[in-house]
């Protein structure tokens, strides 16, 4: 069990809540701090940098770009592994600042409803489930499945993304993270695509009433 401090970081959001976080779940650090890859940018972010620089493996799926590139009065800060979506914020060096989405459907950047600081804290989790050494993922998960019954996960206080994934939506136990998104069609919005990441394989019994053979994956079943 990482311990009970794990939900508290993560529902009391604070300046330090990245590195609390990154301690929590990924252990002491590995690294050596450094010096701001930029030093026009937000204060959350440059925090950001620091703590990726002391766990490198805080970022295992999407890219941190660094140093950002600059467009116009805006820097690209990170971007999905596909180059499905980018996501700026401003040059500005002062306090927090607005996060925008740029979704490469030529479409027009919308501004996430979080501001960068607790933004930042989804983007650790995200990363975390997706670099978990256990865990397991259903692409067509009916919502009813996930939504009534989540074991020990409870949903964490933030806003939806309005990126890649749209609608992506953050969960959390002591040992468990956990991040889902609406797989909308035409036809229907009741089904999700779900990810949980935890620590090791045992943890992922807290959540056996939801993970079935219909999940394309649980690490349980690798030998």
Known sequence: MLGPMLLDILTRVGPETVERFAYAWHGPAGGSATAADAADVPEPLRRFYDVDTRWPGLIAQNRLVRPPERVGDRVVFYIENQGLCSW????????????????????????????????????AILEAV????????????????????????RRLPFAQWRGFPEGATFYASDDLLAVSCVNATPQSDEYLSVWVGARDRSALSA?????????????????
């Open 88 to 123: 700026m914020t401003s040059r500005s060096g002062q306090g927090d600042a607005p996060v925008w989405a740029d979704v490469t459907d030529d479409s027009k950047p919308v501004i996430e409803e979080e501001p960068l600081s607790r933004f930042l804290v989804t983007v």
């Open 130 to 153: 997706f670099g978990s050494p256990a865990g397991a993922s259903a692409a067509w998960l009916h919502r009813d499945r996930f939504s009534d019954d989540l074991g020990p996960l």
């Open 207 to 223: 959540v056996d009433s939801i993970i079935d053979d219909s999940w394309e994956y649980d690490s349980r079943r690798q030998t």
